[in-house]
C-alpha cells in the first residue's frame, strides 16, 4: 500500500472548506476522466457510499467508498472522515481532516492506498502520482467557487 499526505491552507473557514471537499461529486471536476455519485441519500454520515467511475479508453472501473467516521468541525475542534474503498481495483482508505488555522483553515488529506492489478513494488510510483493528484484536487476544492448544487 501507498500512503500519502496532503495539507493545504485556505482563507475558507473550517465549516466552508468541510463543506466544498466532502461534496463528493465536485471531486470529479478535477480527477481526470472520472465521474462521482453518491448512491446514498443526502446529508452525508457514516454508512453514506459514493463511486466515483473512471474511464481509461475502453475500459472503466468503480471506486466505491463508504463513510466510516463522520465528524464536521464545531467551533475550534477539526472535522475529520474516514472513508474504506470496497471496490477490486482501487483499495484502501482515506481521512480529511479540516481544521482552524488562523484566520481560515488547514485541510488534509491522508491516504493508503492499493491499486489492485499494480504490484507492490510500483507503490513508490502511485504514492508520487497519487500525492500529486489529490494535492491538485485539495488545492482547487479549496480555491474553487462554492457548490451551486447543494
Excluded: Q
Amino acid at each position: 500500500m501507498a500512503l500519502f499526505v496532503t495539507r493545504h491552507d485556505s482563507p475558507l473557514s473550517p465549516h466552508e472548506a468541510w463543506d466544498r471537499l466532502t461534496t463528493w461529486p465536485r471531486h470529479a471536476k478535477y480527477v481526470p476522466r472520472t465521474t462521482i455519485s453518491t448512491t446514498t441519500p443526502p446529508p452525508n454520515a457514516v454508512g453514506t457510499i459514493f463511486v466515483a467511475r473512471t474511464h481509461l479508453g475502453p475500459l472503466s472501473f468503480d471506486d466505491p467508498m463508504e463513510l466510516v467516521e463522520w465528524s464536521p468541525p464545531e467551533g475550534d475542534r477539526p472535522g475529520r472522515c474516514r472513508l474504506i474503498k470496497r471496490g477490486t481495483v482501487m483499495l484502501g482508505w482515506a481521512e480529511l481532516e479540516v481544521a482552524p488555522h488562523g484566520s481560515g483553515s488547514r485541510a488534509t488529506w491522508t491516504e493508503e492506498i492499493t491499486v489492485a492489478p499494480i504490484p507492490k513494488w510500483a507503490d513508490a510510483v502511485t504514492r508520487v502520482s497519487s500525492r500529486l493528484m489529490f494535492s491538485r484536487v485539495l488545492r482547487r476544492l479549496l480555491a474553487d467557487e462554492p457548490p451551486t448544487d447543494g
